[in-house]
């Protein structure tokens, strides 16, 4: 059972939970510990419509399995970004789910035992101005599928050859796509020139790839943020989880 509060009411309404059990869950519905190491908000999902995303770096091996295991409790689907191979092994031996483990974004998606895929609300097209830009278009995709919305994806269409750009977009038009998430390095340009073609919101997506200054993705990150394209919003630096997560909230938006 999906632990939000409609839920638990409709339950107790019908008689399938008793208001006893329902007022336990109720007090155990905002936040939850995991050892002496994690103090966990289990009701973002319910509250936010976002799943929980775990940040794996920094965290031990066990850390990530015990905290995914106790989301799993609440949610339906938990995320898990920047996973190392280590991690991603004992989560798909230790978790009882489906665990999808995408090496090149380092993303593993675990969804709870029986907890199918819902229908798809939406969709959100995602380009990549280049390959060495993929793997964090890739964390956006991945937060965008999570989120039950349809992810179209471009990869290697940057403005060094721009003639490989109208075809996809073109695309994207046709399948409905509510907003767009534009992973670029180096000068990254191609959010502006997204953003002046289209007629649905763009989330700019800076990488660190490039050379010598501001090759660590803030040559990127300040053309963007200095962009004349209006209808362009701006995350950080390889953030793919908030600009796939921001874009499938306009896209669910617009689809309603």
């Given at each position: 059972m999906d632990h939000s509060l409609d839920d638990l009411f409709a339950d107790v309404a019908a008689g399938?939970?008793?208001?006893?059990d329902g007022a336990q869950q109720v007090r155990r519905l905002g936040y939850t510990s995991v050892g002496d190491f994690a103090c966990l908000d289990v009701s973002r999902a319910a509250?936010?419509?976002?799943?929980?995303?775990?940040?794996?770096?920094?965290?031990?091996?066990?850390?990530?399995?015990a905290i995914t295991r106790?989301?799993?409790?609440?949610?339906?689907?938990?995320?898990?970004?920047?996973?190392?191979d280590e991690q991603a092994a004992a989560?798909?031996?230790?978790?009882?789910?489906?665990?999808?483990?995408?090496?090149?974004?380092r993303v593993v998606v675990v969804r709870r035992a029986g907890a199918?895929?819902?229908e798809e609300r939406g969709a959100?097209?995602?380009?990549?101005?280049?390959?060495?830009?993929?793997?964090?278009?890739?964390?956006?995709?991945?937060?965008?599928?999570?989120?039950?919305?349809?992810?179209?994806?471009?990869?290697?269409?940057?403005v060094a050859g721009l003639h490989r750009l109208s075809g996809?977009?073109?695309?994207?038009?046709?399948?409905?796509?509510?907003?767009?998430?534009?992973?670029?390095?180096m000068e990254g340009a191609l959010p502006s020139v997204v953003a002046g073609l289209v007629?649905?919101?763009?989330?700019?997506?800076?990488?660190s790839s490039g050379y010598g200054f501001g090759g660590r993705g803030e040559a990127a990150l300040m053309g963007m943020l200095q962009s004349c394209s209006p209808g362009l919003a701006v995350v950080n630096i390889d953030n793919g989880i908030g600009a796939g997560a921001t874009a499938a909230l306009i896209a669910r938006a617009a689809a309603a």
């Open positions: 399938r939970l008793s208001a006893d509250r936010k419509g976002v799943p929980e995303v775990i940040y794996a770096e920094g965290k031990t091996v066990e850390q990530v399995v106790r989301f799993l409790e609440h949610d339906p689907v938990v995320l898990c970004s920047r996973v190392s989560l798909e031996a230790g978790v009882d789910g489906a665990v999808e483990h995408d090496p090149r974004s199918a895929p819902r959100v097209g995602v380009l990549a101005a280049g390959t060495s830009d993929v793997a964090v278009a890739s964390e956006a995709v991945a937060m965008i599928r999570a989120m039950d919305v349809a992810a179209l994806t471009a990869f290697d269409v940057g996809p977009l073109e695309e994207m038009r046709a399948a409905g796509a509510g907003a767009l998430v534009v992973a670029a390095g007629a649905v919101p763009v989330i700019g997506l800076p990488t």
